[in-house]
């Protein structure tokens, strides 16, 4: 692999958002209240969209513009996710 930094780098911002989305869905298994899920969900999913922009231009060969473009979605929708958690009401 040409870019081991990049590619240190990106696993660690993913276990990062990993560890941080096992503690909010911890913190919904001890209080039970939903918007935690879409907390946890959220940093899950930014950390797998880092995680797929690795894959899909390390392994699977895809242009650099076409994987950042998945992972920045990916990424996007895990912060809308984070972002509901904010705004919603809580029940």
Avoid: C, D
Avoid at 24 to 46: E, K, N
Avoid at 54 to 71: K, P, T, Y
């Amino acid at each position: 692999m040409k870019h081991t930094l990049f590619v240190i780098a990106k696993l660690f911002m993913t276990a990062l958002a990993l560890v941080i989305a096992y503690q909010a869905y911890r913190g919904y298994q001890r209080h039970g209240t939903q918007l935690m899920l879409y907390v946890a969900l959220g940093f899950a999913l930014i950390g797998l969209g880092g995680l797929l922009e690795g894959v899909l231009f390390e392994l699977l060969q895809v242009s650099i513009f076409q994987a950042g473009l998945v992972a920045a979605l990916v990424a996007a929708a895990g912060m809308l996710s984070i972002l509901y958690a904010l705004y919603a009401p809580n029940p």
